[in-house]
């Protein structure tokens, strides 16, 4: 491979910007890419690609050139060098990549990578939490399989198209898809593209959604005609989802205490042509008092850590911190503890996260089924997904009935 210049710069800029400005990854690589519209499909790859490689190992490769946070520019020259040595790629002759001392970076990454926390690029703090919640083996398994880049995955929206007919399509568009067992509605591209650019996508056949956030939805057994409450719907991916399973029949209403959230969900939900969302900002306790004992189904996808998402957002090694979950942890509580109140007699509710953490998931639920509103509610069943079992997102839903 050889390397461009204004590709290479366009990465070193998007490293100190993550790295120094506390920019998010995927907006950072987003700028990037807007640099140049003459760049191809091959040259946005190496962006992208390269930068989130870089966020992802950014631990092991500090430590290998010897550099540290804040980044001065020769710093990031230097994890860059480093980057090329460990990928075989041959560095250019250029003023900015100074004597680069290729045995000592493979003789220190041959070491480093005997000890996890290098090896994984992850921080102390959250090796030893990882270590804590699940033991040696499985955080070590599942950290290794979280620094893996994830499958670009599809759900098919099926009040427009059935999975058939959209790889069908897709494949007119070029976009070469697979299907995936035990995912129904779900498709796997083969090979990463730019499905957003689609016609399939503008006409509203598919979302792009992880396999394992696809068993969410699924996992709280709607039927068409239900009154569903979706308590933190966000952007709505699972909202859609339940608009699709319930063939647009009922009402789904989508709370979040952020308005413009749901803003981006009413946007979606017009491209899928789902007409039975209604949405409705937590700016107050009265919506849900509004709806206590009403909803036949209640969604508590709560906010969480993300640590089963790692793959997607690499940057969360470096942003998130012990104290925010700590916090996360006691929201989750509230939510289970005020959102559980909509549920009807006989009505079932699903909390969910997209982490690994026992603490954020069996024991939150434990936590709830043993407090006064908890009493109320049976424990049907629950779902630990791992990365490195699955090859999808981390994520855990469980399933509770209202007596
Ligand atoms: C895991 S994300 C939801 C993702 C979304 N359900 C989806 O499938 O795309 C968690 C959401 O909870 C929202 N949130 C945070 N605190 C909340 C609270 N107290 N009540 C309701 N929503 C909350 C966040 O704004 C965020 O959108």
């Not at 190992?57 to 540290?68: P, S, T």
């Not at 919640?133 to 059935?162: C, Y």
């Amino acid at each position: 491979m050889r390397l461009h210049r204004n590709l290479t710069f366009a990465v070193i800029d998007s490293i100190r910007d993550i790295f120094n400005e506390g920019v998010y990854a995927d907006k950072a690589v987003e700028k990037a890419l807007k640099r140049d519209k003459r760049w191809g499909a091959r040259d946005r790859k190496f962006v992208a690609e390269t930068i989130y490689e870089i966020v992802r190992w950014n631990r092991l490769y500090a430590e290998i050139a010897e550099v540290k946070t804040p980044y001065k520019r020769d710093d990031i020259w230097r994890i860059f060098s480093v980057w090329c040595i460990l990928r075989g790629i041959a560095l250019p002759d250029w003023n900015q990549i100074g004597d680069v001392p290729v045995r000592r970076i493979k003789g220190r990454f041959d070491e480093l990578s005997k000890i996890r926390k290098y090896r994984e690029s992850v921080p102390d703090w959250m090796d030893e939490l990882g270590v804590s919640e699940l033991g040696e083996a499985l955080w070590s398994k599942e950290i290794a399989a979280q620094n893996q880049q994830a499958d670009v995955i599809l759900r098919t929206n099926t009040l427009n198209i059935s999975r058939e007919m959209l790889q069908k399509k897709l494949r007119t568009e070029n976009v070469i898809t697979e299907f995936i067992p035990n995912h129904p509605d779900a498709l796997r591209l083969t090979e990463r593209a730019n499905v957003f650019k689609t016609e399939a996508f503008h006409n509203g056949f598919f979302e792009v959604q992880d396999a394992s956030s696809q068993l969410v939805a699924a996992f709280l057994e709607v039927e068409p005609g239900m009154k569903v409450v979706d308590t933190c719907a966000g952007a709505g991916g699972k909202t859609l989802h339940l608009a699709s399973l319930m063939e647009n029949k009922g009402q789904i209403i989508a709370m979040d205490i952020y308005e413009s959230k749901l803003k981006k969900l009413k946007v979606r939900a017009r491209r899928n042509k789902a007409h039975n969302i209604d949405m409705r900002v937590i700016d107050s306790t009265k919506p849900i008092k509004k709806l206590y004992n009403k909803a036949d189904r209640v969604l508590i996808d709560a906010p969480c850590s993300g640590l089963g998402v790692i793959r997607r957002n690499p940057d969360s090694k470096w942003k998130l911190q012990p104290e925010f979950i700590e916090n996360i942890k006691k929201v989750q509580q509230e939510v289970l503890q005020s959102y559980s109140k909509m549920v009807k007699s006989g009505g079932k509710m699903v909390y969910a996260t997209c982490s690994i953490l026992p603490s954020e998931n069996r024991k939150q639920v434990d936590k709830f089924l043993t407090s006064e509103s908890g009493k109320e509610f049976t424990f049907v069943k629950e779902k630990n997904v791992f990365a490195h079992i699955s090859g999808f997102d981390g994520f855990y839903m469980a399933l509770l009935e209202k007596k």
